[in-house]
């Protein structure tokens, strides 16, 4: 039953939450049309997986945020450093909020997939096992869908977060949240760190 859970997550549900949140995904150079083309309700599965032209994977997207959190400066800094040795909830004397926790586990993907060289759905795959671990997966697309000048810059204005605020796909992400998750999400990795480990 793991097995069926985590090929369930990692095949299904990643897959849908990609596909949705690629939809009018674009880069901020590539020219936009105020109108849907006549495709635009009907985005090929493979097109967030391979990148057609133009287009960004949505972890690309958590980057972009990331960045503009000034995510490495926060897990960089002493007080959060102390909190992971200690796997404190606390930086600072404060608890951690969501946010912080999102900077966080974006920062622990990179640091645990990107010395692979672990592609972006890869890497996708392992944040969507981390957030449901926590709980956070509808959280966190919240607080990726109300950052205006992401959505702004990096969303055509037909895309399906434009139109919808991602309020629907939330809607049915937040039950999950009350589910006491243990997903695997090293598993692209795990070979890699087994051979190293035997060093």
């Keep these: 039953r793991r097995v069926h859970g985590v090929r369930?997550?990692?095949?299904?549900?990643?897959?849908?939450?990609?596909d949705i949140l690629g939809h009018?995904?674009?880069?901020?150079?590539?020219?936009?049309?105020?109108?849907?083309?006549?495709?635009g309700?009907?985005?090929?599965?493979?097109?967030?997986?391979?990148?057609?032209?133009?287009?960004?994977?949505?972890?690309?997207?958590?980057?972009?945020?990331?960045?503009?959190?000034n995510g490495e400066k926060f897990n960089k800094s002493p007080a959060r450093k102390l909190s992971?040795?200690?796997?404190?909830?606390?930086?600072?004397g404060a608890v951690v909020t969501s946010k912080q926790m999102?900077?966080?586990?974006?920062?622990?993907?990179?640091?645990?997939?990107?010395?692979?060289?672990?592609n972006r759905d890869t890497q996708w795959k392992a944040f969507i096992s981390h957030a449901l671990n926590?709980?956070?997966?509808?959280?966190?697309?919240?607080l990726l869908s109300r950052s205006q000048s992401l959505i702004e810059s990096?969303?055509?204005?037909?895309?399906?977060?434009?139109?919808?605020?991602l309020d629907p796909v939330i809607n049915i992400l937040e039950p999950l949240s009350s589910i006491s998750f243990n997903l695997p999400a090293d598993v692209a990795v795990k070979p890699y760190n087994s051979i190293r480990d035997a060093f």
């Design 8 to 18: 369930a997550v990692r095949r299904d549900l990643s897959t849908a939450l990609r």
């Design 41 to 69: 309700c009907f985005v090929p599965r493979n097109i967030a997986k391979s990148g057609g032209k133009g287009s960004m994977h949505p972890w690309e997207l958590f980057l972009k945020y990331y960045d503009l959190k």
């Design 84 to 92: 992971e040795s200690f796997r404190l909830d606390i930086v600072g």
């Design 154 to 165: 990096y969303y055509t204005s037909w895309s399906y977060i434009t139109q919808t605020g």
């Design 134 to 142: 926590a709980n956070k997966l509808s959280v966190w697309c919240r």
């Design 102 to 118: 999102l900077l966080s586990t974006i920062h622990g993907v990179l640091s645990s997939h990107g010395p692979y060289g672990c």
């Design 24 to 39: 009018g995904l674009v880069r901020p150079s590539e020219s936009r049309s105020l109108i849907a083309p006549i495709t």
